[in-house]
């Protein structure tokens, strides 16, 4: 699950001018959405001129990427993270950990709703990320292995990123905000929790319903 909320801290010595103008486009991406956000008010946020921002990314297109990328590795690294410290993990202590920084997770809701090729290129490199880690976390047995780890790494990365775009509805159903402290989320951790930890079919019904997917039911279905 996603549940990581940080970048750059203001503290952080690499408060380079392209740093900083990162930063307040990832804050501008989230409130507005990457569409209705101009370079101008990017500039403005990040107290430099227009040019200067085109200087450093060529384009909003550019900025953006740079903003994908930056997203990416902050997930990949938590995650990673996470996953080393085993099975003396505190997921509470983890998040709260997390939340300092940009609105991340603001800023993943807002791009995805947009639909670009950047898009695309940032949830394949996140489902990429999430093979890697999770072969950590069953190395250091935090999670069961799989018999297909691309497959579970796809389904989860694009439940976590689909439940982003759906906040609104997470909200209403459960009085959380995904995009918010996640620290304060648990009517939605909990409930992902139980499915991810306990599952909800019995041994039987999960052999049968595998077998039925499977060409002649001992064959792995390709990722």
């Known amino acids: 699950m996603l549940n990581m909320d940080s ?12 740093a900083r103008i990162r930063d ?13 956000t101009s ?9 430099v001129s227009p040019g200067l ?16 990328e930056h997203v990416a590795g902050l997930v990949r690294s938590r995650k990673q993270e996470s996953m080393r410290q085993g099975p003396g993990l505190d997921p509470v202590a983890a ?20 639909g670009s090729p950047q898009v695309a290129e940032l949830v394949d490199e996140m489902v990429a990320d999430a093979v890697d880690y999770m072969a950590e976390g069953e190395a250091n047995g935090l999670l ?19 439940a982003l775009v759906l906040n ?29 930890g306990r599952g909800v079919l019995t041994e039987t019904l999960y052999g049968q319903a595998r077998a039925s997917f499977t060409a002649d039911g001992d064959q792995e279905v390709a990722p």
């Open 144 to 162: 069961q292995p799989s018999d297909d780890p691309y497959g579970r790494a796809a389904v989860l990365t694009v439940w976590s990123l689909g």
């Open 95 to 114: 998040l709260r950990g997390q939340a300092d920084g940009p609105p991340v997770l603001a800023y993943l809701a807002a791009t995805l709703r947009d």
């Open 7 to 18: 970048a750059t801290s203001a503290t952080d010595p690499d408060r380079t001018t392209r």
């Open 168 to 196: 609104e509805h997470v909200g209403r159903l459960l009085d959380v905000d995904l995009l918010g402290d996640p620290a304060q989320a648990s009517a939605y951790f909990l409930p992902a929790l139980e499915l991810l």
């Open 53 to 68: 921002v085109i200087h450093h990314f060529g384009s909003k297109d550019g900025l953006r990427v740079a903003c994908d």
């Open 24 to 36: 307040a486009a990832l804050r501008c991406f989230a409130d507005a959405g990457v569409s209705d």
């Open 39 to 47: 370079v101008r008010t990017i500039a403005e946020a990040a107290e």
